[in-house]
């Protein structure tokens, strides 16, 4: 199986928290061949043990909320399901992997920012989304987000692990989406390009094991797949930019966390993009409806042209 790649980071690098230059090596190489990249081993089982006894009998509840966001329509039983912010269940292997976070700060430098701590959460369905990227705005040609989904158990085709399309990242630009006018354009990339990439490049399905996160260029071609079982399928999900891009979303957390993020920030270098709250964040209302990972930096604006591969331009389909 190709997913891509991927890597057990040594017990050493998991007690200091941070790669070797070898490891890095690896890492980059196949994110960028690949655009994603699997991590085993560098999440305690117990912390995703815990998450999942919340979370799991919460998914059905929250699916009768009329107003709770599905991705693609309900039918595709595919939702936001966010991870609980109470201090004990923050857990910094989590909400910011010391390993993973070294990785990417070597691909997009080294101050980085958490623009959205959500979850994604796949309930008993025969449907599927379209496939898309998660970027519907003109973007930069280059790496400029990763999300680190964290599945809370075992994840495989029977229970709607994500289907991924390697290396899509590397041609991922506006043109191929489906646009809706002049101007706006959906996650969804036009069906024509998806057949054709399909005959050469197909997608994976791909088994990640409990303990693992995954990383994945924002830019990559993916599609929430059917989970046949009864079991809610969750997985966490945290959007990790350059602060130097300056995307606009933040995260809703409450005051009483801020030293422990704060904590986080000193021990990896992550920051949160925050927005500081009294009182308790209902997890279960977080929602994705206004996230937006494109570019607040008014000189990349002014780039816009140059966001498009220097080839023909995509015709119409």
């Known amino acids: 199986m ?19 230059p070898e490891v890095i090596a690896e890492a980059l190489t196949y994110l960028h061949r690949d655009g994603v990249l699997v991590l085993e081993n560098v999440i305690e089982i117990e912390h995703l043990d815990r998450l999942r006894e919340l979370l799991q009998p919460e998914a059905e509840e929250i699916a009768k909320d009329p107003t709770h966001h599905f991705n693609f329509g309900r039918h595709t039983r595919n939702m ?11 857990f910094e292997d989590v909400w910011a992997n010391r390993i993973a976070i070294s990785i ?17 959460t796949a309930l ?13 705005k003109p973007h ?38 489906v646009a809706f006018t ?61 602060t130097w891009f300056q995307a606009p979303s933040k995260v809703k957390l409450p005051l009483k966390s801020k030293a422990l993020v704060e904590s986080w920030r000193a021990n990896s270098g992550l920051q949160y993009a925050a927005q500081w709250v009294d009182g308790d964040v209902d997890h279960k ?3 994705s409806d206004d996230v937006d990972f494109s570019t607040g930096n008014s000189k990349l604006l002014e780039l816009e042209p140059l966001m498009h591969p220097a080839t023909e331009p995509t015709p119409a389909l």
């Open 2 to 20: 190709h997913l891509g790649h991927s890597l057990s980071p040594s017990l050493w690098s998991e007690m200091v928290g941070f790669t070797t």
């Open 80 to 90: 936001d399901q966010a991870p609980p912010t109470t201090l004990d269940l923050m």
């Open 104 to 120: 990417l700060q070597s691909m997009l430098g080294p101050n980085l920012m958490c623009h959205y701590a959500n979850g994604n």
């Open 124 to 136: 008993k369905a025969k449907g599927r989304q379209p496939v898309h990227s998660d970027i519907d």
């Open 140 to 177: 930069p040609l280059f790496p400029f987000a990763y999300a680190i989904n964290v599945p809370l158990s075992d994840m495989n085709v029977e229970n709607g692990s994500t289907e991924l399309w390697p290396g899509s990242h590397r041609e991922s630009n506006i043109g191929q989406h």
């Open 182 to 242: 002049d101007n706006e354009f959906g996650l969804a990339i036009k069906p024509a390009l998806v057949e054709q990439r399909r005959r050469t490049s197909p997608p994976v399905q791909p088994s990640v094991r409990k303990g693992s996160l995954i990383i994945r260029d924002i830019r990559l071609w993916h599609a929430g797949m059917p989970n046949r079982t009864d079991t809610p399928r969750i997985m966490l999900a945290f959007v990790i930019q350059p």
């Open 285 to 287: 209302k977080v929602n």
